[in-house]
């Protein structure tokens, strides 16, 4: 039996129960496929639940009254038409937005590396250390850490001296 077989059961097992040739069909089939038993067990009760539902009468009037909310959904957007006339503007203003954000991520990445401290080359250490002595620098962790106060009074100091 192919798929298509077994859809023309499926929807004969909708509008009708089946016919013994048919069930015998079937279950041939399911008996070679056991893993589909459960999916046919569940469509038949199902079947069976929605037949005894009790039938509902169409409204005469069902075709009138699906056009007039047709006709309502349709009316109800020109309120907003010229929403849609602009809303190229939002799509390119949330471009623009986003190319000045990236814009602005990227200067400020090149100016903090521009600002930052040069790593000094060789020959300027070298140039440093041949202009100073050892001797102001042996000092410097403890100058490093006296707290910053007033300027010095120099009239003070030259009379100490």
Do not use: C
């Amino acid at each position: 039996m192919n798929k298509r077989e077994l859809e023309e059961l499926r929807a004969a097992l909708w509008q009708r129960p089946l016919r013994p040739e048919e069930e015998a069909r079937l279950q041939s089939w399911l008996a070679g496929h056991p893993e589909e038993r459960e999916d046919w067990d569940l469509e038949r009760s199902l079947t069976h639940a929605l037949g005894r539902l009790r039938q509902v009468e169409v409204p005469s009037n069902l075709a009138a009254r699906v056009w007039s909310a047709i006709e309502r959904e349709e009316a109800a957007p020109k309120r907003w038409r010229w929403a849609h006339r602009f809303s190229w503007v939002r799509a390119v203003w949330i471009r623009w937005a986003v190319a000045g954000a990236a814009a602005l991520i990227v200067v400020m990445v090149w100016w903090q590396g521009w600002q930052a401290p040069k790593v000094l080359e060789p020959e300027a250490v070298q140039v440093w250390a041949e202009l100073l002595s050892p001797e102001p620098l042996a000092e410097f962790d403890i100058v490093a850490r006296l707290p910053v106060g007033p300027a010095p009074d120099v009239e003070l100091l030259s009379l100490l001296q």
